[in-house]
């Protein structure tokens, strides 16, 4: 029989505590109530960060409990290194849903599997991996540079599994087949690849070398970040470092990339797609969707760019796409670089992956509002 946690929570959440959810017995200190706001009138599935309290932080192991649906949510206890102070959180929300989600101190909860992970690949040349239960990513460093390949863009590993694939498809060291899982057909060459990055300067599109750090701050359960650093690069005469940060969510299609710039950063940074395909814009100018010329033996790959904020123009040239922003940022500017595989779990075609692109950007312009709550009150 399952123990009545619901029934426990709704007549000591006043209190602060009740039995653990695992039927021990052994109390579990609440440390923190929210309610969680979903302002769409669509359903969604999303990773939220809640900010932790001071007892929170202490904690060892904390759990998290949707008291509005009576289940645990999957927790990442801390959303990045240099961001201890949030925890996240993964919650399904209907549409213009209000949940009361909880924190506590964890019983004997098993810690949910990992869904995203990424590390850096000394055995293949210094390759920057991410991935998680839809999609995988690389970058190319240091080693692969001093052969003379030099690539900043982005690369696409094709997956239909829900399974991380990284380590076994390195190990195997046959990753342009597809065993049953999927493979690395998508070409990047010297190309922006699937949403790397360029500096427009009087007129001339820049790009960097590969990168020479890199520095992992979260690894899963539910997030990666991990940051890239670039020896300056740039127009001669106005070079800049940058660093990227980078991180990909479980459940999620879209890597967040920020970029940032030493000293004063001259011209527009301007992210790009390679390749010929069907191609698609938003009208108010957010993202651009780009869905491959198929390969006749693996189909297509659908590579999509979406400004975090603010808006731009799709524009076509150097045999790739671009997305130039309107608004010429500072010394940061970020973006989400995503992709998708005709022959992946739910995106077959161009008009589907423009319909979820179109969903994705609807979702990072209105997020899940997190409203701290005291004695049970916003």
Not at 18 to 45: D, E, H, K, M, W
Not at 196 to 208: C, E, F, K, P, Q
Not at 253 to 260: C, E, H, N, V, Y
Request: charged share 25%; proline share 5%.
């Amino acid at each position: 029989m399952k123990p009545l946690v619901p029934l426990c929570l709704a007549v000591a959440m006043a209190a602060g505590a009740c039995a653990s959810a695992s039927g021990t017995g052994a109390a579990a200190a609440t440390l923190g109530r929210f309610q969680l706001v979903n302002p769409l009138q669509v359903a969604r599935v999303e990773i939220v960060a809640l900010p932790l309290s001071a007892d929170a932080l202490r904690a060892t192991r904390l759990e998290a409990f949707d008291a509005t649906a009576g289940k645990r949510l999957p927790i990442q206890q801390r959303a990045a290194d240099d961001d201890a102070g949030r925890a996240l959180v993964e919650i399904r929300m209907g549409a213009g849903e209000r949940h009361e989600v909880v924190l506590r101190t964890a019983g004997d909860a098993v810690p949910p599997a990992s869904r995203a992970f990424g590390r850096h690949v000394p055995e293949r040349m210094d390759d920057f991996a991410w991935e998680n239960d839809r999609v995988a990513f690389r970058m190319y460093g240091p080693a692969l540079a001093a052969t003379g390949e030099i690539s900043s863009g982005i690369d696409v590993w094709a997956k239909r599994t829900q399974a991380l694939v990284i380590d076994r498809w390195y190990a195997g060291e046959d990753y342009h087949t597809d065993h049953g899982e999927g493979l690395d057909f998508y070409k990047v060459g010297p190309s922006r690849g699937c949403g790397g990055l360029a500096r427009r300067i009087d007129g001339v599109d820049h790009v960097s070398g590969n990168y020479v750090r890199w520095r992992r701050l979260a690894n899963g359960p539910l997030r990666v970040v991990f940051e890239l650093d670039y020896a300056p690069w740039g127009a001669k005469g106005s070079e800049v470092a940058e660093t990227k940060r980078i991180s990909l969510d479980a459940g999620s299609d879209f890597s967040l990339i920020r970029s940032r710039f030493g000293g004063d950063a001259v011209g527009v940074p301007v992210p790009g797609i390679n390749g010929d395909g069907e191609a698609s814009a938003d009208p108010q100018g957010r993202w651009m969707a780009l869905w491959g010329k198929p390969d006749p033996a693996h189909g297509s790959i659908g590579c999509a760019i979406v400004l975090a904020q603010g808006k731009g123009r799709a524009d076509q040239r150097g045999g790739q796409r671009w997305l130039v922003p309107a608004d010429v940022p500072g010394r940061e500017f970020a973006y989400y670089a995503g992709a998708a595989w005709s022959q992946g779990a739910d995106v077959h075609d161009a008009q589907a992956w423009e319909r979820a692109v179109a969903a994705f950007a609807q979702r990072i312009a209105a997020p899940i509002e997190v409203r701290v709550q005291e004695n049970g009150r916003d």
